[in-house]
């Protein structure tokens, strides 16, 4: 299915050193903000309190998170649990205050102006515990792209390859720097989108590369450059690209608008990845592998001489 079709190539390969050369500083950028900011991570990692409170009627999210920030506890996450009336609150760390101390605070100021709410549980994460999520989402991380790089090495030719996993770990490293910039919240949530971006990236590296397979192989082809396949390749794609990620990133961006901030974190991290994808999908990983010499002698491989018996 095709959007529309665009009769003459487009020249990405003519900018492949600008386009590298600003994934390049974005990525530096990126790995500077993660080491001198660092990640501001959520309750589920750094360890506090969690209480769960009961409405009488449906809770309204926004005076139930302006009644607990106005207590100054630190950045507290409120949102809904299951139903309307039932509201999840996670607290940091306070020192010297105890869990019991911190959800009585929060429970008179829950109960001010005669509203009916109940405390239904309280339970507090200590540090090893967050320092356990942290470690199993590291492997988790860690084992997503072990994963992706056996893949792409079995899939394609080194260059390929090569060029696909650098530019997927660009995404990654890019979303991470951006959390970090604006000290936006790292939680549980946002490292399943940052997973997810991870397989999304590489869906949309494979089908460019395996276009620029394809025309490598076609002998109507023999005449142009590996740079002019390469465009043509990627220019054959885009009806589809604007396909897939527009509809995909129409749906993230209606989660990040209207789903709240339970989900503000997940959303933010797949708006971000599914942008630079397609920018490290097109304008990375393919200069990068025009940069190590893909040929087509690299596709094709050379027909086997057969052997004349000796008589």
């Avoid at 020192?95 to 509203?115: E, F, H, I, M």
């Avoid at 025309?215 to 390469?230: L, Y």
Wanted: hydrophobic fraction near 50%.
């Amino acid at each position: 299915m095709e959007l529309f079709r665009i009769k003459r190539d487009i020249p990405f390969m003519s900018y492949g050193k600008l386009t590298t050369t600003i994934s390049l500083v974005t990525f530096i950028l990126a790995v500077f903000f993660l080491f001198s900011k660092g990640l501001n991570l959520s309750v589920e990692f750094t360890g506090g309190t969690v209480m769960e409170v009961q409405y009488a009627q449906s809770a309204n999210l926004a005076d139930v998170r302006g009644r607990v920030d106005r207590l100054k506890l630190g950045e507290a996450q409120v949102q809904s649990l299951g139903t309307s009336r039932d509201v999840l609150i996670r607290l940091p760390v306070k020192k010297d205050v105890s869990a019991a101390q911190l959800s009585n605070q929060v429970l008179t100021a829950l109960k001010a102006g005669n509203t009916q709410v109940d405390l239904r549980k309280v339970e507090f994460v200590g540090p090893s515990v967050g320092a356990e999520l942290v470690e199993n989402g590291l492997i988790a991380l860690t084992v997503v792209c072990l994963g992706i790089i056996a893949y792409l090495a079995l899939r394609f030719e080194w260059r390929f390859a090569v060029s696909a996993i650098i530019a997927n770990m660009h995404d990654v490293v890019i979303i991470l720097g951006c959390f970090a910039l604006f000290q936006w919240e790292f939680s549980l949530t946002v490292l399943a989108g940052v997973l997810a971006v991870l397989g999304y990236s590489v869906n949309e590296s494979v089908v460019v590369f395996d276009r620029i397979r394809e025309n490598f192989r076609k002998p109507g082809m023999k005449h142009m450059t590996t740079a002019q396949v390469i465009d043509h390749a990627i220019t054959s794609t885009i009806s589809r690209t604007m396909i897939t990620h527009g509809s995909t990133e129409a749906m993230v961006l209606s989660m990040l608008l209207f789903g709240g901030a339970a989900l503000h974190g997940f959303a933010m991290a797949l708006t971000i990845g599914i942008v630079f994808g397609i920018y490290s999908s097109v304008l990375v990983a393919s200069p990068l592998a025009l940069a190590l010499g893909i040929k087509r002698e690299h596709m094709i491989k050379p027909p086997k001489q057969k052997q004349e018996a000796v008589v």
